[in-house]
T-cell receptor, first 112, second 116 residues
């Protein structure tokens, strides 16, 4: 059972456009991570957020953790073809930090 | 090696057969995880090892699935009497601490299992 719902599931945009991916849950998480996965490879960590309302920036990527720590967003500015991939959010609950719950994923394609 | 290594990268088997998937974590990482990723889905937790012991095996779907890590390094995921529904990419990850806030998971490239 996927407790983290991501939207949209698929996104195809042109280079230079902006986009936002959402990650929503009814559960409170102690921390939330975003990963990017390319075909034939394992997910690679992009960022970890731990405080409600926290905003982190990684070059053109901006990550926000919701105030109630139930949701998160990933905003990409001026998307590039190299941003193409599957974006996954993953949450950890207090007391079971060993087990990440992954979202359903957002597949992004950026074309020239 | 520098990263998490998984073998085989691809495995095709027949329904009812036994399968072993191997994971060699990053040297020095005490925590090791197995996840399963079905087509179009995010990874689903199977089992977590801290050292040699399975600290959390709550994600194993049934008793056909078993994993070991006898020396606290390499781990083997074993699937008995495979079923077509077991077809998926099996991902292994390791970390120096707990997943989430205190640890980054480093994933291998996965073992793609196809059960005919």
């Amino acid at each position: 059972t996927q407790l983290l719902e991501q939207s949209p599931q698929f996104l195809s945009i042109q280079e230079g456009e902006n986009l936002t991916v959402y990650c929503n849950s009814s559960s409170v998480f102690s921390s939330l991570q975003w990963y990017r996965q390319e075909p034939g490879e394992g997910p690679v960590l992009l960022v970890t957020v731990v405080t409600g309302g926290e905003v982190k920036k990684l070059k053109r990527l901006t990550f926000q953790f919701g105030d109630a720590r139930k949701d998160s967003s990933l905003h990409i500015t001026a998307a590039q073809p190299g941003d193409t991939g599957l974006y996954l959010c993953a949450g950890a609950h207090t007391g079971t930090a060993s087990k990440l719950t992954f979202g359903t994923g957002t597949r992004l394609q950026v074309t020239l | 090696g520098a990263g998490v290594s998984q073998t085989p990268s691809n495995k095709v088997t027949e329904k009812g057969k036994y399968v072993e998937l191997r994971c060699d974590p990053i040297s020095g990482h005490t925590a090791l995880y197995w996840y399963r990723q079905s087509l179009g889905q995010g990874p689903e937790f199977l089992i977590y090892f801290q050292g040699t012991g399975a600290a959390d095996d709550s994600g194993l779907p049934n008793d056909r699935f078993f994993a070991v890590r006898p020396e606290g390094s390499v781990s083997t995921l074993k699937i008995q009497r495979t079923e077509r529904g077991d077809s998926a990419v099996y991902l292994c990850a390791s970390s120096s601490g707990l997943a989430g806030a205190t640890g980054e998971l480093f994933f291998g490239e996965g073992s793609r299992l196809t059960v005919l």
